[in-house]
């Protein structure tokens, strides 16, 4: 069955939703929206594969900066960007912001995306300190 996904901020609600999902009006857990009864977008396996992109992004950064995570070391997170961009075939670079909050949500232990945010102050700069670090160590 296809992800239910919010037609507001494009993230998942429901793993395995049928077509006019939900059948009565639900909130969003991520962006708090209400989502009237058929208005789910039925995607993909991923956030990736729903239709569009939206606003996603910004609904996410803007809700892991407003819970304030505590940062943590580098390494920490070089760790876990490394492990979700191996996880979903990608490089670093290339690694969704959207992508890598649905892969914590089955891998409890990776930073959440507010604490990535808060080690390195924004997610490009995370993924560009992880790929330089990649970079410099396969040169020596």
Not at 35 to 41: E, H, L, M, T, Y
Request: hydrophobic share 40%; with cysteine; aromatic share 4%.
């Amino acid at each position: 069955m296809p992800t239910a996904c919010c037609p507001h901020c494009l993230l998942p609600i429901s793993e395995d939703a049928a077509a006019g999902y939900p059948f009565q009006p639900i909130r969003c857990p991520s962006c708090r929206l209400a989502v009237a009864p058929g208005r789910a977008k039925l995607g993909g396996d991923t956030p990736s594969q729903a239709v569009g992109s939206g606003a996603a992004a910004g609904v996410l950064k803007n809700a892991a900066r407003r819970a304030d995570d505590a940062a943590t070391t580098p390494q920490e997170v070089a760790d876990a960007l490394m492990f979700a961009a191996g996880k979903l075939a990608t490089s670093v670079l290339r690694l969704r912001m959207l992508d890598y909050e649905y892969l914590t949500r089955a891998h409890t232990e990776l930073p959440t995306v507010g604490t990535v945010l808060a080690t390195h102050g924004s997610w490009k700069r995370a993924r560009r300190e992880v790929d330089d670090a990649q970079r410099a160590a396969t040169a020596d």
